[in-house]
T-cell receptor
Framework: NAGVTQTPKFQVLKTGQSMTLQCAQD?????MSWYRQDPGMGLRLIHY???????DQGEVPNGYNVSRSTTEDFPLRLLSAAPSQTSVYFCASSYSGEQYFGPGTRLTVT | AQSVTQLGSHVSVSEGALVLLRCNYS??????LFWYVQYPNQGLQLLLKYTTGATLVKGINGFEAEFKKSETSFHLTKPSAHMSDAAEYFCAVANAGNNRKLIWGLGTSLAVNP
């Protein structure tokens, strides 16, 4: 049981590049979410999904897309990276309120 | 809208001293309440949670928290700090009706001095 896995662990992008952050969970949780963590700002919700085929925006969705074709996977796409998207990104899955977090992806956009 | 306030973005204690991290929330109905811990360069993990029942909740690593409805508080305590407790601590709240979408506090960084 691996829990929540995220790849890559680190990534450097140039402004304007696109990429996909991968997230997978093996706990059969319906609810999954993406957060970004920035110093002094806590965790901010980017997008979330309540089940396969259903996604919705969080508080900071601009510049990011998600899809949920399976229960297990919830990738986050950066369409055209900007320096403001430099952050640590966490994926989480949830059952009954308790959220399980992945180890994070540290993204730098230059 | 619901909100969570963690008083003190940085708290410093001596090893062996009491740890008290404060969390207050705004909610019109009794919520679900959580404390998470984040060690350096890691993801968050659940310390403890309150959903219903006993208002004093015990978690991992000797931490506990008490839900006080009248004060809308859920403060985290530990009687004796260890060096290994140095981490970032986050309080979070969810509505009982939608208990998967959490509202997060900004976090409190705990330093433990020898």
């Amino acid at each position: 049981n691996a829990g929540v896995t995220q790849t890559p662990k680190f990534q450097v992008l140039k402004t304007g590049q696109s990429m996909t952050l991968q997230c997978a969970q093996d706990m059969n949780h319906e609810y999954m979410s993406w957060y970004r963590q920035d110093p002094g700002m806590g965790l901010r919700l980017i997008h979330y999904s309540v089940g396969a085929g259903i996604t919705d925006q969080g508080e900071v969705p601009n510049g990011y897309n998600v899809s949920r074709s399976t229960t297990e996977d919830f990738p986050l796409r950066l369409l055209s990276a900007a320096p403001s998207q430099t952050s640590v990104y966490f994926c989480a899955s949830s059952y009954s309120g308790e959220q399980y977090f992945g180890p994070g992806t540290r993204l730098t956009v230059t | 809208a619901q909100s969570v306030t963690q008083l003190g973005s940085h708290v410093s204690v001596s090893e062996g001293a009491l740890v008290l991290l404060r969390c207050n929330y705004s909610s019109s109905v009794p919520p679900y309440l959580f404390w998470y811990v984040q060690y350096p360069n890691q993801g968050l993990q659940l310390l403890l949670k309150y959903t219903t029942g006993a208002t004093l909740v015990k978690g991992i690593n000797g931490f506990e928290a008490e839900f006080k409805k009248s004060e809308t508080s859920f403060h985290l305590t530990k009687p004796s700090a260890h060096m290994s407790d140095a981490a970032e601590y986050f309080c979070a709240v969810a509505n009982a009706g939608n208990n998967r979408k959490l509202i997060w506090g900004l976090g409190t960084s705990l330093a433990v001095n020898p």
